[in-house]
């Protein structure tokens, strides 16, 4: 069946630095991306999508490019802000699972002032 | 106005009893879902209803029975409630008919069953 990997966490940063989360997937068909966020006591909130290869969903300054020869989708932001501290999960739909959301285990992102 | 919202917020209960957790959307969405978090904070589908209809039914203990009574609400009722039930439980809505792949979650229900 289809599957999400993303890194593991924690990731610590530094207030202005770079990040980069990665995800990879696993699917067939051709399944849209998403990446959600989970701030602490909170329900999931969508980020940013992409349906196609080489899409490029953006929001809030955060990135992801749909990257269909390496099956990839990197979360990717410029410089961190405290409020970006969260859980971030990398997901799937439409593939062989049809439309239900398959996700990877989430990243933890802690950002210090 | 709560797009998609969920009652209650916390539950807390003893093992064997019987709770429903309910789910109601104002989105027009005909698709909704339930998904399961754990404490490791792993998500997985449990089921989902497009207009009342049963679409998708994972691998769950047949103690839970959701129920769709209207295209707007998804409650899901759990009988003979067990520790390993422990979870924050989200409902999400989409548009299927709009063809939109994109699902919105619900504030989660966090149930704690001791």
């Known amino acids: 069946g289809d599957s999400v990997t993303q890194m593991e966490g924690p990731v610590t940063l530094s207030e202005e630095a770079f990040l980069t989360i990665n995800c990879t997937y696993t699917?067939?068909?051709?399944?849209?991306l998403f990446w959600y966020v989970q701030y602490p006591g909170e329900g999931l909130q969508l980020l940013l999508k992409?349906?196609?290869?080489?899409d490029k969903g953006s929001n809030k300054g955060f990135e992801a490019t749909y990257r269909k020869e390496t099956t990839s989708f990197h979360l990717e932001k410029g410089s961190v802000q405290v409020s970006d501290s969260a859980v971030y999960f990398c997901?799937?739909?439409?593939?062989?699972?049809?439309?239900?959301?398959?996700f990877g285990t989430g990243t933890r992102l802690a950002v210090r002032p | 106005d709560t797009a998609v919202s969920q009652t209650p917020k916390y539950l807390v209960t003893q093992m064997g009893n019987d709770k429903s957790i309910k789910c109601e959307q104002n989105?027009?969405?005909?698709?909704m879902y339930w998904y399961k978090q754990d404490s490791k904070k792993f998500l997985k589908i449990m089921f989902s209803?497009?207009?009342?209809?049963?679409?998708i039914n994972e691998t769950v203990p047949n103690r839970f029975s959701p129920k769709s009574p209207d295209k707007a609400h998804l409650n899901l009722h759990i009988n003979s409630l067990e520790l390993g039930d422990s979870a924050v439980y989200f409902c999400?809505?989409?548009?299927?008919?709009?063809?939109?792949?994109?699902?919105?979650f619900g504030p989660g229900t966090r149930l704690t069953v001791l």
């Open positions: 992409a349906t196609k290869a080489d």
């Open positions: 209803y497009n207009n009342k209809e049963l679409i």
């Open positions: 999400a809505t989409s548009n299927r008919a709009g063809g939109s792949d994109t699902q919105y």
């Open positions: 997901a799937l739909s439409g593939g062989s699972s049809g439309d239900k959301l398959t």
């Open positions: 989105l027009g969405h005909d698709t």
């Open positions: 699917a067939t068909g051709y399944p849209s």
